[in-house]
């Protein structure tokens, strides 16, 4: 099983968007693949219209294995299921640093789903904590969005400065420009400056209405509007996550 986490410390820059249509071009049924909503704010949860059960909760995430596996719910798409997010996970930090191996301990409580899954995504919440530290150690490939601008990198910078410190591999980092806007010179003057940066992927995400309406129909634009630009950029960008994960195998 290949696990990708798409995380920002910033928040608003179509990371979930990202999560929830990669998640449904992974999915088919030589690779069914699993979304984990890791935001308390829940919009992946929203877009597949999915919400948790009453009795689930932060507590029983951080039980792991059993817990987990009974509160996965199938969304409307073949070969795509999804841990839907709760209020609670919140709390997800101090219930962490409470447990034995807190770093660790996302990576041990997902033990099982390999024998289901082919791909695990995490939509993760914008910040950084200990969950995210024990996502990053869980993850395989970490998938970050940025939009094209000064303050956007600087946040990227952060996060590659927070690897470092910590000794965490900054290898598992890649990139890619999101919510890009051609008419804009700053813009176009960034992803020119990165288009030769190994840790960033060719395929731009543009900033398009009908990412925005997501929220509308609730469903991923690529089962809704396979055709349209972002669509397209959206298959585009997992054909080049994917070929990343494999040459990484």
């Not at 999560?19 to 704010?41: E, R």
């Not at 798409?77 to 219930?95: A, C, G, K, Q, W």
Request: hydrophobic content about 40%; aromatic content about 10%.
């Amino acid at each position: 099983m290949k696990t990708i986490a798409l995380y920002s410390i910033k928040g608003g820059v179509g990371k979930t968007a990202a999560a929830v249509n990669l998640s449904f071009l992974a999915a088919s049924p030589s690779t069914p693949s699993l979304i984990c909503d890791l935001d308390p704010q829940g919009a992946t949860s929203f877009y597949f219209r999915i919400k948790a059960s009453k009795k689930y909760n932060s507590e029983k995430f951080l039980k792991g294995n059993e817990k987990i596996i009974r509160n996965i719910k199938a969304t409307d798409f073949e070969h795509l299921d999804l841990l839907p997010s709760d209020m609670s996970y919140r709390n997800l930090d101090i219930e962490l640093s409470e447990a034995k191996n807190p770093k660790k301990r996302l990576a041990k409580n997902l033990e099982g789903l390999e024998e289901e899954y082919q791909y695990l995504f995490f939509d993760c919440p914008p910040n950084l904590t200990l969950l995210s530290e024990s996502v990053f150690r869980a993850s395989d490939l970490i998938l970050v969005p940025i939009i094209p601008t000064t303050l956007s990198i600087r946040t990227f910078n952060q996060l590659l400065d927070f690897f470092r410190q910590s000794g965490l591999n900054t290898g598992k980092i890649v990139c890619f420009f999101s919510m890009e806007e051609k008419r804009k010179t700053m813009h176009r003057k960034i992803i020119e400056e990165y288009a030769d940066d190994p840790i960033m992927l060719n395929q731009t995400i543009p900033y398009s209405s009908d990412v925005e309406k997501m929220g509308n129909f609730r469903a991923p634009l690529n089962a809704v509007h396979p055709a349209s630009p972002a669509a397209k950029a959206y298959s585009n960008l997992w054909d080049e996550v994917r070929n990343r994960l494999k040459s990484r195998a």
